[in-house]
């Protein structure tokens, strides 16, 4: 029986009822519709399985483990410098970001610090990975939403970035370059120069997807008031990066902590939104990647000559200990809770994923949306699959 | 390390003031319920919570010191792994392993431990927050009611750990096939692809030109997954 009074469980009973109005005038009847595992909007293998009374979703989850890899475990039998081959493949659009909090957790157990020189060329390298990531996403959301001439200058932009990438580090995708201690190698002569450039170009992609895009009235409509997260949900699902600036959470790891990276030699801003729709969370990526190439361009000129590599033993072993870094990445908070038992490898890596919580909030944040825009909010929260999977 | 942005400097205090005060004002408002504690300074803060007030204690730590962001919550298994690290020749008898149980910051009775992180939203002031599970029955309160985002990464403990949460009625497999058995994340789950086939670092030992180090071999040889 409901208590008089439970004004929740009146409601709920209201709505249900309201629901039985509907079914009845409409004659509708209760459809399971399967999205994915193989589709355009999942960045990977991410089945959604929505519930739908009509055109509205009743109730979605989504399935994951389509590429579950087991890296936690994987990495108990490796050592320290091997886990970088692994968590290059966890995000792998910004696999040069994945390897840095897990080096600095490394090396903040062995008490060792990179040289300046190689913090900063960390910075950077970081950053550019940012951009590589993010410069995708916002040309694949154009084709979420039906416009196809965003992901045409997406990746012929992106390309100029992982140029920059793979003449640094010699891969293009998997860049395997940070080491404890500093970096593999020097830059290459040159590379300066043509950064500049390209992140001139790359301002210039910003500025033609703000007028292809965000100026756009469908864009607008398919966006504005969508899929919107409050502050206090998105902080209890532990959302991270441009999902949280979206719901006015002014939190941004590369400047409200201190790690060993050179973020804060630079003069950049932390964009936030007060409006937590899937428009504000697009919105803040833009002006993200703006910021990085501005990051990218002070940095450049003010790396100072020096070595790139520590003094480190060429058998590596990690003393006893646990520590937590975590970093902002391109998709969000990405962080290692490494435990090490002084041995040759990790003895327990927790990887705490960014997309793995940001997804986790949709079956909560579909509840209730039209089908077309369960697209618009799965692209503007912005995943990739091996990031939930691991 | 999740400092104020003011503590900007690499120096390292002998005594972190932040922390012990932080520490402090935890113990006023968990009382015995906080078994024990561990603060590296300049870097971060442990706790261990009862087993039995896991669930009061972080809404406590949500409310009254207002740890309002859920980073992740997860668990160690603390046994060190009878396979070691997967490189014994399977065609020789495996050798003799320390198997005694050490736990790790703020201590542990028990073989698993579940941990979470959380985060003061606001001054960005983070913690990691331990509780012992029992060896018996492996199983603690759900915080599903606290932070909405424990929901998924308790269903990843549970399926990783066998570890069960008390108040989550979902705690369906999120990446494994129905029927698996075992728990793959415990240390006593052999990793089969290292069982089936020696690890080719075990072979591949031949001196690299110009170096004198054996091992370098083993180190350097960059295999894909397994």
């Known amino acids: 029986m409901t208590m008089l009074g439970d004004r929740q469980q009146l409601s709920y009973i209201a709505s249900q009822a309201a629901d039985a109005r509907l079914n009845l005038e409409l004659e509708t ?5 399967n999205i994915g595992p193989q589709h355009p909007a999942t960045h990977g293998t991410l089945r959604i399985i929505a519930r739908l009374d009509g055109e509205q979703v009743v109730w979605a989850e989504p399935a994951c483990g389509y590429m579950h890899r087991g890296y936690e475990k994987l990495t108990e039998v490796r050592t320290f410098p091997q886990v970088t081959t692994l968590v290059n493949r966890i995000d792998w659009l910004g696999s ?36 590589a990531n993010v410069s995708l996403f916002l040309g694949d959301l154009g084709v979420q939403l039906g416009a196809i001439t965003p992901v045409f200058l997406a990746f012929r932009d992106r390309e100029y970035v992982l140029n920059l990438i793979e003449s640094a580090t010699g891969g293009r995708f998997h860049p395997n370059f940070d080491r404890i201690g500093g970096l593999k190698d020097d830059l290459p002569a040159g590379w300066i120069d043509e950064t500049r450039a390209v992140m ?49 959470v002014d939190w941004d790891l590369r400047r409200d902590q201190t790690l060993p990276m050179m ?9 936030t939104h007060p409006d937590g729709d899937s428009f504000a969370r697009c919105w803040i990526r833009l002006q993200e990647t703006r910021e990085s190439t501005k990051i990218v361009d002070q940095l450049l000129g003010s790396i100072p000559s020096g070595p790139v590599m520590a003094k480190v033993p060429k058998i590596i072993k990690v003393p006893e200990g646990e520590a937590w870094v975590s970093t902002e990445n391109p998709l969000g908070e990405m962080g290692y809770y490494v435990v090490s038992r002084g041995d040759l490898g990790p003895f327990r890596v927790k990887i705490r994923s960014a997309s793995f919580n940001n997804i986790s909030i949709t ?4 509840r209730g949306v039209y089908v077309p825009d369960i697209v618009t909010i799965l692209a503007s929260l912005y995943f990739i699959l091996g990031d939930i999977d691991r | 390390m999740k400092q104020l942005s003011s503590n900007s400097e690499t120096t390292t205090p002998a005594v972190d003031v932040v922390r012990e005060q932080m520490l ?18 300049g870097d971060d803060l442990w706790i261990r919570v009862r087993t039995d007030s896991w669930r009061t204690s972080v809404q406590k730590l949500r409310d009254v010191h207002s740890f309002d962001y ?70 603690v309160e759900s915080l599903i009611t606290i932070f909405a985002g424990a929901n998924w990464h308790e269903r990843e403990t549970h399926e990783m750990f066998g570890i069960d949460f008390v108040g989550h009625n979902d705690l369906r497999n999120m990446y494994l096939p129905v029927d698996f058995e075992g728990h793959p994340l415990r240390k006593d789950f052999p990793l089969l692809a290292r069982m089936v086939k020696p690890w080719p670092g075990i072979v591949d030992v031949e001196p690299l030109p110009g170096g004198d180090e054996p091992e370098l071999a083993a180190q350097d040889s960059k295999g894909g997954d397994a």
């Open chain 1, 29 to 33: 009847e209760g459809m399971t519709l």
């Open chain 1, 96 to 131: 040069f970001a994945n390897e840095v909090p897990f080096i600095l957790a490394a090396e903040k157990l062995m008490g060792v610090e990179a040289p300046t020189r190689a913090q900063y060329i960390r910075t950077i390298l970081f950053e550019l990975s940012r951009i």
């Open chain 1, 200 to 248: 001139k170009k790359l301002r210039n992609f910003c500025d033609q997807i703000e007028d292809l895009l965000f100026g756009n009235e469908i864009f607008q409509s398919r966006t504005r008031g969508i899929g919107v997260i409050p502050r206090d949900v998105a902080l209890q699902y532990g959302l991270s990066g441009a999902n949280l600036r979206a719901s006015g």
């Open chain 1, 263 to 271: 973020w804060n030699k630079a003069d950049w801003k932390v964009w």
């Open chain 1, 363 to 366: 079956p909560w944040l579909l």
């Open chain 2, 24 to 41: 402090e004002a935890i113990k006023g408002s968990l009382g015995d319920a906080l078994i024990d504690s561990h603060i590296k300074p």
């Open chain 2, 70 to 139: 859920f980073g992740f919550l997860s668990a160690i298994d603390w046994m060190p792994s009878p396979y070691g690290r997967g490189e014994d020749d399977p065609t020789e008898p495996a050798p003799e392993r320390d198997m005694t149980i050490r736990s790790g910051y703020a201590g542990g009775d028990t073989r698993m431990q579940v941990f979470i992180r959380i985060v003061n939203s606001t001054t960005h002031f983070g913690l990691t927050v331990k509780v012992d599970v029992a060896d018996s029955s492996p199983s």
